[in-house]
């Protein structure tokens, strides 16, 4: 059985899962040649559909998603990437995981979660917030 990257044009979502406690640290998505570059290296690796290339999370904030182990879900069409988290912050806000804020049912949006590094920190004075990771 092959994993269907054929239903959204070549992309599927990859779940970030914290290996060691579960926690959902992030969502990005896959092409081929990420998951590729992932199993080869260990290094996790996806598509930036914003800038229409292959990105290794950590290459430039230093927050890297050491590879543990791939999980597939049923229709073959998502992958549960559990991974350990080299470094205190996967979101390039500066957070542990991009799941911080809570979601109110009036629609407003409240961090839930502290906040571990400034992105400047992670990115330097430029703050590369547009490059996300």
């Not at 590729?36 to 914003?50: D, M, W, Y």
């Not at 927050?63 to 069409?77: A, H, N, P, W, Y």
């Not at 957070?95 to 920190?121: H, K, M, N, Q």
Request: proline share 3%; hydrophobic share 35%.
């Amino acid at each position: 059985m092959e994993l269907d990257f054929e239903k959204e044009g070549g992309l599927i979502p990859a779940i970030v899962q914290d290996a060691g406690n579960g926690e959902i640290l992030m969502l990005g998505f896959m092409n081929r040649q990420a998951l590729e570059k992932t199993q080869q290296t260990g290094l996790v690796t996806f598509f930036s559909r914003s800038r229409r290339k292959l990105w290794t999370k950590g290459e430039t904030s230093g927050q890297k998603l050491l590879l543990r182990e791939l999980r597939v879900d049923c229709d073959l069409d998502a992958l549960l990437v559990r991974a350990e988290l080299e470094g205190g912050a996967v979101c390039h806000e500066g957070y542990r995981s991009c799941f911080y804020r809570r979601l109110a049912p009036d629609g407003s949006l409240s961090a839930v979660e502290p906040r571990i590094l400034a992105p400047d920190e992670l990115y330097g004075k430029s703050g590369q917030k547009g490059s996300k990771r």
